[in-house]
């Protein structure tokens, strides 16, 4: 059974960073291309950062040089490093893995078959 917990997520200030994790169980991280997606009340899903089997990443516009996706093959984990968080980064972050080797932000999340719960970003001004 596949399991992807995220947890690293908080309240902070803008200007602030925060990483988050997503510790995998059931499915091997190095295998598939991942990605950090995020949810706003009443707002989409949103794409932010994927990286794929091969190590290539690529990040949505809205956070392009300010967060960075890394995933550790040993410990099966995958990360989000966000720095100079802004109010509009506040929302429910996912972390989610399919069976592609290679995935887009802009492919959103039908690539993806798992997800986890979510972590909640919080950023005050």
């Known amino acids: 059974q596949v399991q992807l917990v995220e947890s690293g997520g908080g309240s902070v200030q803008a200007g602030g960073s925060l990483r988050l994790s997503c510790a995998v169980s059931?499915?091997?991280?190095?295998?598939?291309?991942m990605g950090w997606f995020r949810q706003a009340p009443g707002k989409e899903r949103e794409g932010l950062a994927i990286i794929n089997r091969d190590g290539s990443t690529n990040y949505a516009d809205s956070v392009k040089g300010r967060f960075t996706v890394s995933k550790d093959n040993p410990k099966n984990t995958l990360y989000l490093q966000m720095n100079s968080l802004k109010p509009d980064d506040s929302a429910m972050y996912y972390c989610a893995a399919g069976f592609f080797w290679s995935c887009t932000v802009v492919g959103g999340p039908s690539q993806f078959n798992y997800w986890g719960q979510g972590t909640q970003v919080t950023v005050s001004s």
């Open positions: 059931g499915y091997t991280v190095s295998r598939y291309c």
